[in-house]
């Protein structure tokens, strides 16, 4: 079974960073389009960003753009989200998760929740002075 493990969260002060990790068990993670979500309490699942798979294509939500940047590295089966100059409203719980639709309409769906499936258990973010 697909299985996704997050990990990096904390807590930290406005303007500093954070580094999550999506570690990936049973299955290559490179053959799939990978996507990190956040929830904060009482809102829906936001798309914050998402990497395709071998073309390497790149998203992220506006909120995020400029200051998060999503990577992968193959050899340790793995995907991070490099977060910088983080904000309070950046607090939430962040998932990573496969993308399972029609990988041709990935620009356009990348950033809708009921495409993934295979969520991990999250790791929590809290960016508070």
């Known amino acids: 079974q697909v299985q996704l493990v997050e990990s990096g969260g904390g807590l930290v002060q406005p303007g500093e960073s954070l580094r999550l990790s999506c570690a990936a068990s049973r299955f290559t993670l490179d053959n799939y389009a990978i996507g990190w979500f956040r929830q904060a309490p009482g809102k829906e699942r936001e798309g914050v960003s998402c990497?395709?798979?071998?073309?390497?294509?790149?998203y992220y939500a506006d909120s995020v753009k400029g200051r998060f940047t999503i990577s992968r590295d193959n050899a340790k089966n793995t995907m991070y989200l490099q977060m910088s100059s983080l904000k309070p409203e950046d607090t939430a719980v962040y998932y990573c998760?496969?993308?399972?639709?029609?990988?041709?309409?990935?620009?356009?769906?990348?950033?809708?929740?009921?495409?993934?499936?295979?969520w991990g258990q999250g790791t929590q973010v809290t960016v508070s002075s």
């Open positions: 990497i395709g798979k071998i073309d390497e294509r790149i």
């Open positions: 998760a496969t993308y399972r639709g029609p990988y041709s309409s990935l620009s356009s769906r990348w950033s809708w929740a009921g495409e993934y499936d295979s």
